[in-house]
Structures are given as structure tokens and as C-alpha cells.
């Protein structure tokens, strides 16, 4: 009898392991996506990693653009990011809200943060500071803010390390250095931008989109047409980096026009908002994404120099050791569903052998 539950112990753990190895893919996507692993290390280092105050107080040539709830706090911008311009837009106001001269507002709540992307550069054209960075209305969090690729998924942390002279090189810069999602090679083919959705966006633009018999973008006389290429993505969710030479370079006509085109657009304010996801790079005609963060984890040569040390100088102690750090950069360059693996397995061949030595001892 005790033979028969060792048996029926041992199926259930394949199973429930069985079942664990088809999740090994989920897992390993979703941990890539929040940098699971980095998340903890810089956690339990967070007295190291959180950031420090700003030297300087006075607004610099600079402005950091969001949207918000009008219940949203977005006082840490100020607080934390002093040198930074400010324009933070509500798109849902009250009616004494809207009467407040003192007040951003969006015409429209739709296309979620790009209505008020293109509010700002619209309101600002003419008067634009050297760099513009749009940015979501959250700081932090594991989950709210697990697109922002800085330590903790903190945004002043991203802004403090922000390389300014980059953008200006670059013009255009997603703050996302990270490829999942958006611009791995199965997330390219989405369904969000269609020809139809390509040519209402782009249509009375100074880039109006191309005739889809032609194979290539082209010029005849100065005009620039646009082809939806075969494929689109983007590092998720919608944080850059612009400069004001780079906004420029398109006429305030055309932001007036895809602005409008989320007003009028029947689709929703989620899905509208998706397909500004996937254009920024080329509205801002950008043929490629970059990031310019700066690179906040160690490099992996640095983590494995670290990974094993001497113990110590006493030749009693033989054999090596991780010490803490070694521990923290080892952890930060392994993804945890690689941890999470190893540990699977471990248990597996543990419980085999285990219940194998049972079954032996029972049929014998």
C-alpha cells in the first residue's frame, strides 16, 4: 500500500512538473518583458539604486510632456526632476478645471497619451526647448512602470541618466531600450497598422503614404511618399526622447492633421492609441530605434569575474564561494525563468530518484 502511494505521488509530481515545462515559455517571455530578475537584485540594493536629489533646481532648456488623470499625482516630476520643464496635460477635466488659465487640458480624451503629445508640440511649435522627453504619468513600480528599463522601473532614475547630447545626435530616441514587446520579429506583423490605418494617417501629410503598386519610397519634386513597410515595431509604450530640430522637420500642419485623425478615427481611445504606438519612430522619421540610457545593469564579462572568489586567504578553506555581490551581479545577468529552470529540474531529478529508490525497494 505505502508502495502504491509512492507511485501515485511520483505521477502526480511529473505531472505538476510536466506542466510547469509548458509554462517554461510564458514564463521566460513575461520575465524578459519586467527584467524580473534585475527587478529583485536592485530591490534588495534599493539604498544604492534609488536616486539621489538633483543639484540643480532651475529649469534647464528642456520639458518633460505627459498625459494624466486629473486623480493622477504626478507631483514627483516636480519634486524629483526640477530641472525640467513641466507640461503635463489632463485629459479628463472637470469643468472648473477647464476654466483654470493655469491648466493644461486636451481637447480630446482619446489615443491616450498622444493626444497629449500632440497637443504639446501643436501649443509649442514655435517656442519648443532643446529636448522634449514624453514620459507616462507613473514614477515607478514593478507592475504600473515595468516598460521603464532603469533600476526599480523608476522614471527619475531614466531621466537623471538621460544622455542629452545622444538625443540631440540622434533626434529621435525611445526611452525603451528593451526589444519585447513591440519589436521582436513576431510582434512586427500586427494588426493595429493596416493599409487603411497607414494611408488615413498619413494622407494630407507632407509624407502622404505611396501608392501600394510601387515598390519603394519615393520623391518626385520634393515630395516625400511614405510605403507601409511589410513590417512594424516599436520597443513598447510610447516614452522618447525628441529634439526640436528633429520635431521640426515636419511641418505643424501635419501634427495638426494626426491629431486630428485620433478625434475622428472610429476606433477606440486603447486602439488608437496602439497604432501611435507603433508610428512614432516614423513620424519622426526615424528609420530604426535607439536608446540612450545609459546601460544600468553590469556587463556580463563584469558579473562572471565576480560570480566565484577565494573565500579567504586561509589555505584551511578550500574550494570557492559566492560571496553577496557576486550573488547580486549573477543574479541581475541570468533571467529568472533560466533560474527558475534549473530549479525545476533539480526538484524533478530529486523526486525521481527518490521515488525510484521507493518503487525498487517495493518490488524487490
Same mark, same amino acid.
Given at each position: 500500500?505505502?508502495?502504491?502511494?509512492?507511485?501515485?505521488?511520483?505521477?502526480?509530481?511529473?505531472?505538476?512538473?510536466?506542466?510547469?515545462?509548458? %509554462?517554461? !515559455?510564458?514564463?521566460? $517571455?513575461?520575465?524578459?518583458?519586467?527584467?524580473?530578475? +534585475?527587478?529583485?537584485?536592485?530591490? &534588495? =540594493?534599493?539604498?544604492?539604486?534609488?536616486?539621489?536629489?538633483?543639484?540643480?533646481?532651475?529649469?534647464?532648456?528642456?520639458?518633460?510632456?505627459?498625459?494624466?488623470?486629473?486623480?493622477?499625482?504626478?507631483?514627483?516630476?516636480?519634486?524629483?526632476?526640477?530641472?525640467?520643464?513641466?507640461?503635463?496635460?489632463?485629459?479628463?477635466?472637470?469643468?472648473?478645471?477647464?476654466?483654470?488659465?493655469?491648466?493644461?487640458?486636451?481637447?480630446?480624451?482619446?489615443?491616450?497619451?498622444?493626444?497629449?503629445?500632440?497637443?504639446?508640440?501643436?501649443?509649442?511649435?514655435?517656442?519648443?526647448?532643446?529636448?522634449?522627453?514624453?514620459?507616462?504619468?507613473?514614477?515607478?513600480?514593478? %507592475?504600473? !512602470?515595468?516598460?521603464? $528599463?532603469?533600476?526599480?522601473?523608476?522614471?527619475?532614475? +531614466?531621466?537623471?541618466?538621460?544622455? &542629452? =547630447?545622444?538625443?540631440?545626435?540622434?533626434?529621435?530616441?525611445?526611452?525603451?531600450?528593451?526589444?519585447?514587446?513591440?519589436?521582436?520579429?513576431?510582434?512586427?506583423?500586427?494588426?493595429?497598422?493596416?493599409?487603411?490605418?497607414?494611408?488615413?494617417?498619413?494622407?494630407?501629410?507632407?509624407?502622404?503614404?505611396?501608392?501600394?503598386?510601387?515598390?519603394?519610397?519615393?520623391?518626385?519634386?520634393?515630395?516625400?511618399?511614405?510605403?507601409?513597410?511589410?513590417?512594424?515595431?516599436?520597443?513598447?509604450?510610447?516614452?522618447?526622447?525628441?529634439?526640436?530640430?528633429?520635431?521640426?522637420?515636419?511641418?505643424?500642419?501635419?501634427?495638426?492633421?494626426?491629431?486630428?485623425?485620433?478625434?475622428?478615427?472610429?476606433?477606440? $481611445?486603447?486602439?488608437?492609441?496602439?497604432?501611435?504606438?507603433?508610428?512614432?519612430?516614423?513620424?519622426?522619421?526615424?528609420?530604426?530605434?535607439?536608446?540612450?540610457?545609459?546601460?544600468?545593469?553590469?556587463?556580463?564579462?563584469?558579473?562572471?569575474?565576480?560570480?566565484?572568489?577565494?573565500?579567504?586567504?586561509?589555505?584551511?578553506?578550500?574550494?570557492?564561494?559566492?560571496?553577496?555581490?557576486?550573488?547580486?551581479?549573477?543574479?541581475?545577468?541570468?533571467?529568472?525563468?533560466?533560474?527558475?529552470?534549473?530549479?525545476?529540474?533539480?526538484?524533478?531529478?530529486?523526486?525521481?530518484?527518490?521515488?525510484w529508490n521507493s518503487v525498487t525497494r517495493f518490488v524487490a
Amino acid at each position: 500500500m505505502r508502495g502504491g502511494f509512492r507511485i501515485a505521488g511520483f505521477c502526480v509530481s511529473c505531472l505538476v512538473l510536466f506542466s510547469l515545462y509548458l %509554462l517554461e !515559455a510564458h514564463l521566460q $517571455d513575461i520575465c524578459n518583458q519586467y527584467r524580473a530578475g +534585475a527587478y529583485v537584485v536592485n530591490w &534588495l =540594493d534599493r539604498n544604492d539604486t534609488t536616486s539621489r536629489p538633483h543639484g540643480d533646481t532651475t529649469p534647464g532648456d528642456k520639458v518633460i510632456v505627459m498625459a494624466k488623470l486629473e486623480e493622477e499625482h504626478t507631483e514627483w516630476v516636480e519634486e524629483e526632476l526640477p530641472d525640467w520643464q513641466r507640461a503635463i496635460y489632463i485629459v479628463n477635466p472637470s469643468h472648473e478645471t477647464r476654466l483654470n488659465p493655469n491648466t493644461l487640458t486636451t481637447p480630446f480624451n482619446k489615443g491616450h497619451e498622444a493626444m497629449a503629445y500632440f497637443t504639446y508640440i501643436i501649443e509649442y511649435y514655435h517656442v519648443l526647448p532643446s529636448t522634449i522627453v514624453f514620459l507616462h504619468a507613473h514614477r515607478a513600480g514593478f %507592475l504600473m !512602470a515595468w516598460h521603464v $528599463d532603469a533600476p526599480l522601473h523608476d522614471n527619475v532614475i +531614466a531621466m537623471r541618466n538621460l544622455k &542629452l =547630447d545622444f538625443v540631440q545626435q540622434n533626434g529621435y530616441v525611445n526611452l525603451r531600450c528593451n526589444w519585447n514587446p513591440g519589436c521582436k520579429t513576431a510582434h512586427r506583423s500586427n494588426t493595429h497598422v493596416t493599409e487603411q490605418i497607414w494611408s488615413e494617417v498619413f494622407t494630407g501629410t507632407s509624407t502622404p503614404p505611396l501608392n501600394t503598386s510601387s515598390s519603394t519610397e519615393q520623391e518626385f519634386a520634393g515630395q516625400t511618399y511614405l510605403r507601409k513597410p511589410a513590417e512594424i515595431g516599436a520597443a513598447c509604450c510610447a516614452q522618447f526622447a525628441l529634439s526640436r530640430d528633429q520635431v521640426q522637420k515636419r511641418p505643424l500642419e501635419d501634427y495638426i492633421k494626426f491629431r486630428q485623425w485620433i478625434i475622428d478615427t472610429e476606433l477606440s $481611445d486603447a486602439s488608437s492609441g496602439r497604432v501611435m504606438e507603433f508610428l512614432w519612430h516614423i513620424i519622426f522619421v526615424v528609420p530604426m530605434n535607439r536608446c540612450a540610457i545609459v546601460k544600468f545593469t553590469d556587463s556580463v564579462e563584469f558579473s562572471s569575474r565576480l560570480a566565484f572568489s577565494p573565500k579567504s586567504s586561509d589555505n584551511s578553506q578550500t574550494g570557492i564561494y559566492i560571496s553577496w555581490d557576486a550573488w547580486r551581479y549573477t543574479f541581475a545577468s541570468l533571467s529568472a525563468h533560466t533560474i527558475f529552470r534549473h530549479y525545476v529540474q533539480m526538484i524533478f531529478a530529486t523526486v525521481q530518484t527518490s521515488t525510484w529508490n521507493s518503487v525498487t525497494r517495493f518490488v524487490a
